[in-house]
């Protein structure tokens, strides 16, 4: 048997129709926007890039997700350079303990103390699900289950931490501008060079995944002007997933949550690779005495996986795989590939429907950018150079014209940006 005849037996096929997928991708885009029921979300951020007016100013940046709390001032100069002082970073609020709502924002406001009354904005990005308000509040959907605060879904984050602010004495209090991480990557991009654009988009594929685009103004949309749009493009649940992907969801503390995220994001991708493993140990893919080993083993990150994939060198695999052998080595290794090869295969379908959905680039010299960042991205075995490749199949012949960005955006600079647009 051969790997290919295994993995497609189990439904995970190498050759996905990327076009018709990507064409699934915008009917749910068109069907969130028109405000029916989608997978994605399509959350309205009311921001327009192209109103953005540099000038002289120090705006306090916070970026909350995960486990991780970091929070800085910064400082624009009148040419648009920025610069960073008073960095900062401790744990999220609620991940060593639950916090009840009043104890969650006291903890911000004692994280970002040190600002007091020294700016006009708070520029946030709040990497969890939310649902953006006109006045560029966040009213919270949901935590992840990392952080343990559940008075404060449903609450307007930003409302609620100016109110704790003026708890703890400050008397000079910012506007607080709520933002996800893919709203902030695409603001990165609009500031990253000179160059003129049509549109642009921000990309995250990371430990999670997400996209943001710009989406023109539409009437059938109830949209009445030009704004970035985060589709929550984890949530895309018309793929058909494969034995494996089945497993792995019933596995995961949140069955049947995020189904596009937990085929290909950095979180989920080493667990995956672990199932399709032990599923071809079980069925004599392997050698009998690497088979035991791998029923034995109970964990497998992506970057391990990178690492077996990027550092195949004459038993180097051993490091991570003791008792395989050569033969063992190039059933796993075209596994692996298999799998990092679909993550790049879905990643380029999420772009490729931002690109078409944005009604852009269609002048040469007035691309799209598009803005990146993630680590699983950017550095995992290929799947920067097949990312392109499948983009341009996939918009082959629709003179689209786009520019993927060549280094991570920086999220922080892309959410203070925020504080300069209408």
């Known amino acids: 048997m051969t790997v290919k005849e295994f993995l497609e037996r189990h439904g995970f096929y190498t050759d996905l129709d990327l076009s018709a997928l990507t064409k699934d991708f915008n009917k749910d885009m068109d069907k969130g926007l028109s405000g029916n029921k989608s997978f994605q979300d399509m959350i309205r951020t009311y921001i327009d890039p192209t109103e953005i007016t540099m000038k002289e100013k120090s705006v306090i940046v916070i970026d909350a997700g995960g486990t991780n709390f970091r929070s800085s001032l910064a400082t624009f100069a009148k040419d648009g350079s920025l610069s960073l002082s008073q960095f900062e970073k401790t744990r999220m609020p609620g991940t060593e303990g639950e916090l009840s709502k009043k104890e969650f924002f006291a903890q911000i406001a004692r994280n970002i103390e040190r600002f007091k009354d020294s700016c006009d904005e708070i520029c946030f990005c709040f990497s969890y699900a939310m649902t953006i308000t006109e006045d560029r509040d966040g009213i919270l959907d949901n935590f992840s289950k990392e952080v343990k605060a559940p008075e404060v879904v449903g609450s307007h984050i930003g409302a609620e931490l100016k109110k704790t602010l003026k708890e703890c004495g400050w008397t000079k209090i910012p506007e607080v501008i709520l933002l996800n991480d893919t709203a ?149 290794f075209e596994i692996f590939d298999s799998l990092v090869n679909r993550m790049a295969q879905l990643a380029a379908i999420i772009l490729a429907a931002c690109i078409i959905q944005t009604e852009a680039g269609t002048k040469a010299d007035e691309p799209i950018c598009v803005a990146c960042n993630g680590t699983s991205f950017f550095r995992t075995y290929k799947v920067i150079e097949r990312t392109k490749a499948y983009l341009a199949k996939i918009l082959e012949g629709k003179n689209l014209h786009y520019e993927l960005l060549p280094e991570e955006v920086d999220i922080t600079r892309g959410t203070a940006l925020a504080a300069f647009s209408a």
Do not use: H, W
């Open 184 to 332: 902030s990557a695409l603001l990165a991009g609009t500031g990253s060079t000179t160059k003129k654009y049509s549109s642009y988009i921000g990309f995250i594929l990371g430990t999670g995944l997400n996209a943001a685009y710009v989406q023109p103004a539409k009437s059938e949309y109830n949209l009445n002007k030009k704004q970035i749009i985060v589709c929550e493009s984890a949530k895309f649940g018309g793929f058909k997933n494969s034995d494996f992907d089945i497993i792995l969801d019933e596995k995961s503390v949140a069955p049947g949550v995020a189904p596009y995220e937990k085929l290909c994001s950095g979180a989920y991708l080493g667990p995956l690779a672990l199932e399709v493993i032990q599923m071809g140990a079980k069925e004599d893919l392997f050698s009998k005495e690497f088979a035991a080993e791998l029923s034995e083993r109970k964990s497998l990150t992506l970057i391990e996986v990178n690492e077996f994939l990027t550092e195949s060198k004459e038993n180097s695999y051993k490091k991570i795989f003791e008792k395989a052998t050569n033969d063992d080595y190039k059933i796993l």
